[in-house]
Nanobody
């Protein structure tokens, strides 16, 4: 079974950028659709972005379209979330997620990472 470990979170000023990484263990990384979710204090966890197994298809939440870019490097067993033009409302714990099915990733991914904190100051 694949295990997911996020990194790259931190404190950044509004308008800045961060890149999150999600490193996956195991030999079947390229069989999984990868995605990112986030959970802000007092709010429910929400979908952010997802990418298909070979990176040919992506999907984003409306709130991050044009600012965030999801990518993956199957040779490195790693998925990324490039976050640009960050705003205070992007402050949240960001979670990496994985599933075999592209449609299911948005709602019920089967695998989760432990999360990484992103804080955007105004």
């Amino acid at each position: 079974q694949v295990q997911l470990v996020e990194s790259g979170g931190g404190l950044v000023q509004a308008g800045g950028s961060l890149r999150l990484s999600c490193a996956a263990s195991g030999r079947t990384f390229d069989n999984y659709v990868m995605g990112w979710f986030r959970q802000a204090p007092g709010k429910e966890r929400e979908f952010v972005a997802k990418i298909s197994t070979r990176g040919l298809s992506t999907n984003y939440a409306e709130s991050v379209k044009g600012r965030f870019i999801i990518s993956r490097d199957n040779a490195k067993n790693t998925a990324y979330l490039q976050m640009n033009n960050l705003a205070p409302e992007d402050t949240a714990v960001y979670y990496c997620a994985a599933d075999f099915r592209f449609s299911a990733l948005t709602t019920t991914p089967s695998l989760w990472g432990q999360g990484t904190q992103v804080t955007v100051s105004s």
